[in-house]
């Protein structure tokens, strides 16, 4: 197996079933199972998803002085994340709220507390970056010295542009040009998605980019083959909530990429982990083992011959 460091945001979910979005006004709604709060990010459930398929992982981010960090590591979850590196720099935990409704449709309010004003101690991380073998990135501003060190130790970085917008790519400049792969999500990018993943490598020269389209699938970018090609999605479970899948796809990919897959088929592994994923309530819940991952490939798309292999 691998070593990662992921290095970002954790915070605080609550997530809500609603009939329809926008919602219509209610005085009180009480509907059992339709509300779920639980510890999120994208560095959370990145460094979760890739501990389940079993690599090692140093999670390095920032929580509330207060936190109770058993929150983190439920008493019911067969996988757990070291709270070593997560320090409590903060006046108070970021939270999100997700409400969705079965249209798949979702809408988000965060609250990032004082996130940007966190530095982390950086004298514990050159030894971790030293002995990993990818630096995962959030573009949150306490990761950014994070970039420094990879580049120091020759490791490929891997980043998840939350929430890209156009007028705030300066903002991520950094990020974007040290990265040899880069995670999008298409809810906030307008005009042609092909264009736009041509005009960010033709910009940044990424060797990998990964453009999640929700319900329609993905558009993968790989530089060592010249291609940038659309892939419809997988279905295995029944769809119960789709908030966290783009996580749970970079993770299963990045697993897959870094251990020696090919590009091509490391995505169709990871969009087999993500749609598996979606059958669950929660951002952190519902991850394959590799062993359950390698099951639902054979299932799928049937185990590989010698001769299947030689041609």
């Known amino acids: 197996m691998s070593r990662f460091l992921v290095a970002g945001i954790t915070q605080i979910e609550t997530i809500v079933m ?29 460094s979760l998803a ?9 999670f390095l981010s920032v929580i509330g002085r207060n936190q109770d960090r058993s929150v983190l590591n439920p008493m019911d979850r067969e996988v757990t994340l070291s709270t070593e590196y997560i320090l409590p720099l903060l006046g108070s935990t970021p939270t999100q709220v997700i409400l969705y409704d079965r249209d798949r449709k979702q809408q988000i309010f965060e609250d990032i507390k004082n996130l940007r004003e966190a530095e982390y101690d950086m004298s514990m991380v050159p030894p971790l970056v030293a002995s990993c073998d990818m630096v995962v990135l959030s573009t ?45 999500s298409d809810d906030t990018i ?74 091509a088929e490391a995505i169709k592994k990871a969009m087999l982990f993500a749609s598996y994923k979606i059958g669950y309530m929660g951002t952190s819940n519902g991850f394959l083992s590799e062993d359950q991952l390698d099951q639902w490939w054979n299932l799928i798309w049937g185990q590989k011959t010698p001769e299947d292999i030689m041609n």
């Open 190 to 263: 307008s005009g042609d998605p092909f264009d736009f993943v041509k005009n960010m490598a033709l910009k940044y020269d990424p060797d990998i980019i990964i453009l999640g389209q929700g319900a329609e699938g993905l558009i993968l970018y790989d530089k060592s083959k010249n291609t940038n090609v659309h892939y419809n999605t997988v279905s295995t479970n029944e769809v119960v909530n789709t908030a966290g899948a783009g996580n749970a796809l970079l993770a299963c990919f990045l697993h897959c990429y870094v251990s020696g897959t090919d590009a």
């Open 50 to 58: 890739l501990k389940w398929l079993g690599n090692e992982v140093d």
């Open 18 to 46: 609603v009939d329809s979005i926008p919602v219509m006004f209610s005085p009180l709604t009480s509907i059992p199972d339709t509300i779920h709060t639980s510890a999120g990010g994208d560095a959370y459930n990145e």
């Open 140 to 184: 949150a501003n306490f990761c950014r010295p994070f970039i420094e060190q990879a580049i120091k130790f020759k490791k490929p970085i891997a980043v998840n542009i939350h929430d890209y917008r156009e007028y705030k790519e300066r903002f991520s400049e950094d990020f974007l040009k040290a990265a040899s792969i880069l995670y999008f």
